[in-house]
């Protein structure tokens, strides 16, 4: 029974861990899908809470029933081969644009919190990650479940710290714009449905592996509820800062300044690194859905992706991710739609083994 509950939480951890990526842990990410609208991005978070846990269990249920190899099987099995191959396609260039997202944000974390050039935070972030890349999926259990407890912690510091229960939202924050009307429901959707296609190349092989259901259920519930926390608590903050935030790289950084530069520097360095696990995720997914299609050494394939992922990020974090992550969620929320579709239409799905 311990054993059970220490995989559930390891898988719990490396979940939240996945999906706090650059644009999470920055503040960012939440302040383009849900902040920006107010009181009513509140219900949106409410509602990205049901779908992270839905979500997240559906899809290591999937790959653990199916013995699903890589997320390529996964779209296969959802939308069927001819379409599967070309969404698999289209899944392969959005985890390449949110990987240089993050990427682009190690140098802005670099320039903000250390006031060096931001090509030192990439070019060291790329070293590390080629290095790490090789070790898999048991280097990245390690590393998220040292970060995601802490990110906890300092995300509560935060919340507190800024005491939104305090603050009086403006009345321009509690009211979307006109040319934004609706945008507030489909945001929560199109937020979830990205998170949860990139977190495949990691809950696909958790699922495969596991010996029993059991352990993915509990993992995926623990950790779809320590996501939405997560969010929830980060949104409460932000949207009590707003509008002297709007404009910063790092928002959840910026807010803790006045705790002085030691907590700062300690909050970006946890920062960095759930940023570094996620991407690490990312490139290891990439990598090993190429070698499918490219019949080249590993070494060449992540050397070819950090490459590409460098020139991409040249465009800078703020502008990719609110041009990108938006559109990227569009693309992929059919995901969403399909996961649902097979557990209604396939009984095996819904049946919950030991």
């Not at 489909?186 to 949860?196: D, E, G, M, R, T």
């Not at 997914?285 to 040249?314: H, N």
């Not at 990108?324 to 995901?335: C, E, K, N, R, S």
């Amino acid at each position: 029974m311990q054993k059970s509950w220490k995989h559930s939480l390891q898988i719990a951890f490396t979940y939240i861990g996945t999906v706090v990526g650059a644009g999470f842990a920055s503040g960012r990410e939440i302040l383009e899908f849900f902040v920006q609208y107010g009181t009513q991005g509140l219900i949106g978070v409410i509602l990205s809470a049901f779908l992270f846990v839905w979500a997240g269990v559906q899809v290591m249920l999937v790959a653990h029933r199916i013995q699903a190899t890589s997320y390529q099987e996964m779209s296969v099995y959802l939308f069927g081969k001819t379409i599967g191959s070309l969404f698999n396609i289209v899944l392969l260039l959005v985890l390449l644009g949110t990987t240089s997202v993050m990427l682009a944000f190690t140098g802005s974390l670099t320039h903000e919190t250390f006031h060096l050039p931001a090509q030192i935070g990439i070019w060291v972030s790329m070293i590390c990650i080629y290095i790490v890349t090789a070790r898999g999926l048991d280097a990245i259990h390690s590393v998220n479940s040292i970060f995601v407890p802490i990110l906890i912690g300092f995300t509560f510091l935060v919340f507190f710290y800024t005491k939104p229960w305090g603050a009086v939202a403006s009345t321009s924050m509690m009211m979307v714009e006109p040319i934004k009307q609706g945008a507030w429901i489909s945001s929560p959707l199109y937020y979830v449905a990205l998170n949860i296609s990139l977190t495949q190349a990691v809950l696909i092989p958790i699922g495969r592996e596991s010996r029993s259901e059991k352990p993915l259920v509990l993992g995926g519930i623990l950790g779809g509820l320590g996501i939405s926390l997560l969010l929830l608590l980060s949104y409460l903050s932000l949207n009590s800062n707003m509008p002297q935030i709007q404009l910063v790289d790092a928002p959840m950084i910026h807010m803790l300044s006045g705790l002085g530069k030691g907590i700062t520097i300690l909050f970006a360095m946890l920062v960095f690194g759930e940023v570094f696990s996620s991407l690490v995720a990312n490139v290891f997914g990439l990598a090993e859905q190429v070698k499918k299609y490219v019949p080249v050494p590993s070494t060449l394939i992540i050397s070819s992706i950090l490459l590409i992922s460098y020139a991409i990020s040249f465009v800078g974090f703020s502008s990719l991710l609110s041009l990108l992550y938006p559109l990227f969620g569009q693309i992929v929320v059919f995901f969403l739609f399909m996961l649902l579709y097979r557990q209604i239409s396939d009984p095996s799905s819904r049946r919950i083994g030991s």
